[in-house]
């Protein structure tokens, strides 16, 4: 397996969702690659803070509607161009 291989089942290894053949070449090549171990850590902590910060009891206030025209505003005028 090619680093390449490693990132493109990245997501289907984190949700245990690989096929047990790939599951096993996706752990060799953890096993000889260090920054891809490093990479799936990095990865595992974003899914991590991601879910915590989506299970908050507290929600997010809305944005101030003058902020959401001033963007809407902006991106149409960008596509304008």
Not at 23 to 31: A, D, I, L, S, T
Not at 49 to 73: D, I, K, T
């Amino acid at each position: 397996m090619r680093c390449q291989d490693f990132v493109d089942f990245l997501i289907d290894y984190v949700d245990q969702e690989l096929a047990a053949e790939v599951r096993e070449e996706f752990e060799k090549h953890m096993n000889c690659c260090p920054p891809c171990v490093a990479y799936l850590r990095h990865y595992e902590i974003s899914v991590r803070l991601g879910r915590s910060a989506c299970a908050s009891e507290h929600p997010l206030p809305e944005p101030p509607e003058q902020l959401v025209n001033a963007v809407l505003a902006a991106i149409r005028k960008r596509n304008e161009s």
